[in-house]
């Protein structure tokens, strides 16, 4: 039966498009060997159990939970949806619990929300009419996931967007998303690994840290201490495992940096609010000014969500040419930068200028915005004129 607690369930997380693998890396983490993956989706096998677990302790995930039927749509999704008997669990199935159903379209084509939403919404009360539909305040959410060659019913597990941290209570103008900011460093992690590189501490530094999202990210990852709080199944008296005693996975020193003081205090208060302020050294600190905080090659990642150029703002790209010269001098050889911008052609110039390589570059889509993860490393023969 779907939902079993002994039951290997089908089960599906949802990601911002271009993050997949970032997912895919922490699941295994999480003990899930192998998954499928799909734009903006995971899918794999687990109990219950874990994909709660997956749903609370995942910093990369939007959505998560067990799948109660999947059909292929062809040219008629409204058809395929309200042809769905979806079987909730029995745990589910009380007279006092009420739901209502949401659409998630990851497809190419538009469809009317509200008519798509409907048809699934009947067809849970028609596999499980003790149900009662309620639009807020209500027990749980079914997800319509539509993407161009399935539709699926999916029970969401956490009943909210977890890319939106609880921290974020002061926001940035440019602030990104939680699974964003983790997103980088995974990335940079990865190339670490990739490069052999083997060190005690590890040092990474944010030099315009805005809200502090990709320094906080980054020591909940090493410091294990991740966990969304005012989840669904939280609420659902469904024995699950209870949360093992969690050891610190990274030694590490982690530094955001930002010009303006405001976005320092913001960043530190976001910091306390996740349990980590003394754990962050958050500055106030001009990017030419970096490479008076460290010595020669010391620092091993630095990551950032980069000032958007714009003809307002000429000060923002001698930025961040500043920022590829204070790399050269700060950032070990075997080191990573790993940026997101939204104008790669210029900071792909301004890194070979300073003779940076291009390792990789993504996509990632969220919502409608669009913006390009690039990841560099030093080459080691530098350029004679800089």
């Not at 690994?193 to 530094?205: A, E, S, T």
């Not at 999202?213 to 980054?218: A, F, G, K, R, T």
């Not at 500055?283 to 460290?294: E, H, P």
Request: positive net charge; charged residues 30%; hydrophobic residues 35%.
């Amino acid at each position: 039966m779907a939902g079993s607690k002994q039951a290997r369930n089908k089960c599906c997380v949802l990601v911002d498009k271009g993050c997949e693998s970032t997912t895919a890396f922490e699941l295994k983490t999480l003990g899930i060997k192998s998954c499928s993956m799909d734009d903006g989706t995971l899918t794999f096998t687990a109990d219950y159990p874990t994909i709660c677990e997956i749903t609370a302790n995942s910093q990369s995930i939007r959505r998560a939970g067990i799948i109660l039927e999947e059909k292929c749509p062809g040219n008629n999704l409204l058809g395929a949806v309200e042809a769905m008997k979806p079987k909730l669990p029995e745990y589910l199935q009380k007279e006092s619990l009420t739901f209502k159903a949401r659409l998630h379209n990851l497809s190419n084509k538009n469809f009317v929300k509200q008519e798509v939403e409907a048809k699934a919404g009947e067809a849970v009360l028609n596999a499980n009419p003790n149900l009662k539909v309620k639009m807020q305040n209500n027990s749980f959410d079914i997800l319509c996931i539509v993407q161009d060659n399935s539709v699926k019913l999916m029970l969401d597990l956490g009943g909210k967007d977890l890319s939106k941290r609880e921290y974020k209570a002061f926001t940035h103008p440019s602030s990104i998303r939680g699974t964003i900011g983790f997103h980088l460093l995974i990335k940079g992690m990865q190339t670490l690994q990739k490069n052999k590189y083997k060190k005690g501490d590890l040092v990474v530094v944010d030099p315009f840290c805005g809200s502090g999202v990709i320094p906080i990210e980054s020591e909940l990852y090493f410091e294990n201490k991740y966990c969304a709080e005012g989840l669904s199944f939280q609420q659902w008296k469904v024995a699950r495992k209870k949360n093992p005693s969690r050891k610190v996975r990274e030694k590490s020193r982690v530094y955001g940096f930002d010009w303006q003081y405001k976005h320092i205090k913001a960043a530190r208060k976001n910091a306390s609010i996740a349990g980590i302020k003394e754990k962050i050294e958050f500055s106030n600190c001009q990017v030419a000014d970096i490479d008076t905080k460290f010595r020669e090659k010391e620092v091993d990642l630095i990551l950032t969500n980069t000032p958007v150029m714009t003809k307002r703002a000429p000060k923002v790209a001698d930025s961040l040419k500043e920022l590829f010269y204070q790399a050269r001098y700060i950032l070990a050889d075997k080191g990573c930068l790993v940026l997101l911008t939204n104008n790669s052609e210029k900071i792909e110039e301004f890194a070979a200028y300073h003779s940076f390589n291009t390792l990789e570059k993504e996509t990632i889509i969220t919502g409608k915005s669009q913006t390009t993860c690039i990841v560099f490393k030093k080459n080691k023969k530098e350029k004679a004129s800089i």
